[in-house]
């Protein structure tokens, strides 16, 4: 049996790692350094172009949870950031240049795969496409002329996602505009006015992710930061993405000066989403701002807002539950292609599509794993969103199911989250140990 990987990224390198050690030759393919990007450095595989940290190790923190499902699953990447860890208290962070050393040695000596340096600009069959955030223009555009041009998207405009648990509701109300649809299917945030200017000058004065050069993008008019917003004049949120007309708070029956609304990620409503804010603002400074809104004083982000370059599939909309073309089940995508967000997540969608790849190709179905586990839950978000409004998504808690019982303490609650998950997958593993090949 053989198969190609298209991309010597995280995910690539995981897809083709897991293929092999299931008995499938692979053909990796990996454009560098016969054609350049614009942030890459060397022509190692598994190169980290951003942050060294791969985060949290902790199982009470989401990605730690996910790095310990992987380890279930023998993770190729995960042990290489083991044997090149450098300090960073709780969180895994390695030194570039060995980890990328290291992932290129021991694929490299796999007997079972070949690494090809040259760019592909068709679509393999059977084969995994992995090529992330930086795919090049013509492989973009063979995914587009197969898939749908409008199906892939070329930059992310992201608002953050809080944690149902930690607003309080005391303050918000929930209401539709104009009792549209549902009636109450938003939560809204009321302000005054001395603590609307109050908002506005302080998103105004906090500071901006930067990121990149091959990062720069030239916003569009529907998709500016919210803070670029905030800069036209301190009125313009107020008759933008804060307008309060038709939203008057029941409680008063009036219209409070300005509104931010909250909107639900999923059914289980434990994921609210922050309309319109979309922004640029660093991690800490998102913390500081998001935090002066009403009722949001304590609350927990689950995703970071961003605006920056990315390709990606509307993955819901175009591909099958274990992330195939829906024409043909041997054709799957890996990676930040399909709308997950991180070097862990990334890795770990190309080990699921390695074991599914070599199930297909050795006669058995395609699984996923448990929707308690981190990865079951973050895969099947990503084919199950809402396609018309699907962006990327990085593992949370808030992807998990409830508990059966109400759990008030955080951490306890986290850590049963996490007891439950790791006990699902290791039965998963052991269910995948008899794939045929």
Known sequence: MNAAVVGGGLA???????????????????MRPKVDTPAHQTDGLAELVCTNSFKSTETANAHGLLKAELRLLGSLLMRVAEETRVPAGAALAVDRA?????V???VRSHPNIEVVCEEITTLPSPGIVATGPLTSDSLA?????????SHL????SIAPIILADS????VLYRLSRYGKGGGDDYLNAPFDRERYYAFIEAMVAADQYEGHDFDKIAYFEGCLPVEEMARRGPDTLRFGPMKPVGLPDPRTGQEPYAVMQLRSEDRAGQMWNMVGFQTRLRTGEQRKVFRLIPGLENAEMLRWGSVHRNTYLNTPAVLSPHLSARDDDRLLFAGQLVGVEGYTESLACGLLCGINLARILGGAEPLLPPENTMLGSLVRYVHGADPKKFQPMNANFGLLPPLPNKVRDKRKKREALATRALEAMAEFATRLSGVPT
Do not use: H, M, N, P
Not at 12 to 30: K, N, R
Not at 98 to 102: A, I, K, Q, R
Not at 141 to 149: F, N, S, T, V, Y
């Open 104 to 106: 290129t040695k021991a």
């Open 98 to 102: 060995l980890f990328s050393e290291g």
């Open 141 to 149: 555009a063979a995914i587009q002329e197969r898939l749908g041009a």
């Open 12 to 30: 690539g390198c995981e897809a083709a790692w897991t293929l092999a050690e299931s008995g499938v030759t692979v053909t990796l393919y990996e």
């Open 167 to 170: 607003l309080d509701e005391t």
């Open 153 to 156: 998207a070329f930059f992310d």
